[in-house]
C-alpha cells in the first residue's frame, strides 16, 4: 500500500526562516481582523511541518474519523469540502485547519452533513464543510477536534482550486470498490472494450484488493491510460461490509465504503470530465437508439437541458441462460476466468410492484452528495430515460430464479458491437499476458 508522507519541498526549505518561532503555533494578530472572521477563527504560522497524506483514507487524530478528499467547491462561495468518514456514535465538534502557500493557516469551525443513506452502517459518508468563504487561495486542510494548539501535521491537498468549463473527458466511469479475492477476468475485459466502443475515455476504480489475474488486466488498463485507479484499504481501517444493510449485514460501513467512493469519484472530476457514470463494472448503460454515449447524451441533453441527473433502468441477464448456437463460445477465452458477456442473452421481465434499480449519468458540477441509485442533494432537474432509448445491461446471477427461458426476453444489442469487441478484448488480454499470442 502507498501509506506515508511526502515532505513538501519547498516548504521544507522555508522551514528556516519559522524556526526560531517558539512553540509549535504562534497567532497573528494582523491576521485575526479578518472581516469574515467567526468568532473562534484565528490564523498562525504553520511550523513548517506541512506533510501531505497520500494515503487514500486518513485517520483524524483523537477521534473515531477520517478524512477522505479536500475541495474547493465554487457553488458555495469556494468554501472547502472535506468528504470525510463520520462515525456517527461518536459526534464531536470539528475545526479545519487550512493554511496558504504563505504557510498561514486559520482555524474555523465546521459544519458537519451526515449523508442520509447510512443504511444504519455506524460510519458513514459525510462532508465536513469548513464554515467562511472564499478559501480558493488555501492548499492544505486538516481536519482538527481542537480549536487552537494543533499538533497534528498530516494535511491534504485541497483539489478543485480553479473551475474550469473545458474537460480532458466527455464520459468518465466510477466503479466503486474492488474488494475479496475478485477475478472476473473476462467480463471486466469485455466491459472495458464495450465502454470505449461506446465513448467513454477514462475509468476509475476505487480498489482494495483483487484476484491476481485480474490484478494483471488492471495493470494492463492503467499502462495504456484508460483507468485510474485509488487504492482504498478500508478494511485497514475499518471492519467493512459486503452488503448494504446494517441490520442483515452488520460491520462498520456500508459496502467497503461504496458512497465515500462515488463522492469523492464526482469531486475528483468536477473539472475533469463532462458527464460521470456510477455504475458496477458488470454494468453497461447501453443505448438502443444512439450509436454510443456521445449521440445519446446530446439528444438527451438538448431535449431536457435543465436536467443534471439521467436515470437508466437496469436489467438483469442472468449468466445461468446462454445462447443457444454457442458461436461466442470462443477456445482463446476458455482459460480466462469469468463470465462471457456475450453469451448471455435473455433479459429477465419487469417484476409485478418491484421497480428496476437505476444507475445514472451525472454532470458533475450540479451534484452536491449522491446516493447509488439517486442523487440526494444536487442542481438542475432528474430524468428517467425511457427504457427503449437506453437502459443498463447488467450481466449477473439471476434475480429471478426460477424462470425458464421461454420466460425471458432475447436481447441482442451487445452482439451489433461483435465485430470490434472481439478482436479488442483478444488485443487487451495478449497484452496484459492472460492470453497466449499464436
Ligand atoms: C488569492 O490570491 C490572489 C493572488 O495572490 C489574490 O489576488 C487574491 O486576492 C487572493 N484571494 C483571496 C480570497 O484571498
Ligand atoms: C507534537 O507531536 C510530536 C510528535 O508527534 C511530539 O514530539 C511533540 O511533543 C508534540 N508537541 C506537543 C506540543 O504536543
Ligand atoms: C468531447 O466531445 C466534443 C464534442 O462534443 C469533442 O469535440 C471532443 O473532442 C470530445 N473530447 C474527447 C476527450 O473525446
Ligand atoms: C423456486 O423454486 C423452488 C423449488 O421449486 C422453490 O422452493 C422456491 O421457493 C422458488 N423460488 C421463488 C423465488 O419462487
Not at 494543533?150 to 466527455?170: A, D, Q
Not at 421481465?349 to 458540477?365: E, G, H, Q, S, T
Request: proline letters at 5%.
Amino acid at each position: 500500500m502507498e501509506a506515508g508522507y511526502k515532505i513538501l519541498g519547498v516548504k521544507f526549505a522555508l522551514c528556516g526562516l519559522f524556526w526560531r518561532i517558539p512553540g509549535e503555533l504562534k497567532l497573528l494578530d494582523s491576521l485575526s481582523h479578518d472581516p469574515d472572521k467567526l468568532p473562534l477563527e484565528h490564523a498562525f504560522y504553520n511550523t513548517c511541518r506541512i506533510t501531505e497524506a497520500l494515503n487514500s483514507i486518513t485517520p483524524i487524530k483523537d477521534s473515531e474519523h477520517f478524512m477522505v478528499s479536500a475541495f474547493i467547491d465554487h457553488r458555495l462561495d469556494g468554501v472547502i469540502r472535506v468528504i470525510s468518514i463520520i462515525s456517527r456514535n461518536h459526534l464531536q465538534p470539528l475545526y479545519c485547519v487550512y493554511c496558504s502557500t504563505e504557510q498561514v493557516c486559520k482555524t474555523v469551525h465546521t459544519d458537519v452533513q451526515i449523508h442520509r443513506d447510512h443504511f444504519g452502517f455506524p460510519f458513514h459518508v459525510s462532508d465536513v464543510i469548513c464554515k467562511g468563504r472564499h478559501m480558493q487561495n488555501a492548499t492544505h486542510v486538516l481536519i482538527s477536534t481542537k480549536d487552537s494548539d494543533n499538533n497534528v501535521t498530516e494535511y491534504l491537498p485541497i483539489k478543485n482550486r480553479v473551475g474550469m468549463n473545458t474537460f480532458k473527458y466527455n464520459f468518465t466511469v466510477c466503479i466503486s470498490t474492488l474488494f475479496g479475492n475478485y477475478n472476473n477476468v473476462l467480463q471486466f475485459a469485455q466491459s472495458m472494450e464495450m465502454y470505449k466502443l461506446l465513448g467513454v475515455q477514462h475509468v476509475v476504480i476505487y480498489k482494495t484488493s483483487c484476484g491476481p489475474d485480474l490484478e494483471k488486466l488492471l495493470k494492463h488498463y492503467e499502462t495504456e491510460g484508460m483507468l485510474e485507479i485509488v487504492p482504498w484499504p478500508i478494511d485497514q481501517f475499518l471492519n467493512p461490509s459486503s452488503g448494504w444493510k446494517f441490520k442483515k449485514h452488520k460491520g462498520d460501513i456500508h459496502y467497503y465504503g461504496q458512497l465515500a467512493t462515488l463522492n469523492e469519484c464526482i469531486y475528483r472530476h468536477m473539472y475533469q470530465s463532462k458527464y460521470v457514470l456510477l455504475n458496477d463494472i458488470d454494468e453497461i448503460i447501453m443505448p438502443y437508439k444512439h450509436a454510443n454515449l456521445p449521440s445519446l447524451m446530446k439528444y438527451l441533453q438538448s431535449a431536457h437541458p435543465r436536467v443534471s441527473v439521467f436515470l437508466f433502468e437496469s436489467h438483469v441477464f442472468p449468466t445461468t441462460q446462454f445462447e443457444e448456437s454457442g458461436k461466442f463460445k470462443r477456445a482463446e477465452w476458455n482459460n480466462i476466468p469469468g463470465v462471457n458477456i456475450m453469451e448471455h442473452i435473455y433479459r429477465e421481465p419487469d417484476r409485478k410492484n418491484i421497480d428496476n434499480p437505476k444507475k445514472m449519468i451525472v454532470n458533475p458540477r450540479k451534484v452536491q452528495k449522491t446516493s447509488v441509485h439517486s442523487s440526494l442533494q444536487k442542481y438542475g432537474y432528474i430524468h428517467h430515460v425511457a427504457f427503449h432509448v437506453s437502459r443498463m445491461v447488467h450481466v449477473r446471477n439471476p434475480m429471478q430464479v426460477n424462470l425458464t427461458k421461454e420466460q425471458l426476453f432475447v436481447d441482442k444489442r451487445m452482439w451489433d458491437f461483435k465485430q470490434k469487441l472481439i478482436p479488442n478484448v483478444d488485443r487487451t488480454l495478449k497484452r496484459s499476458g492472460l492470453l497466449r499470442p499464436h
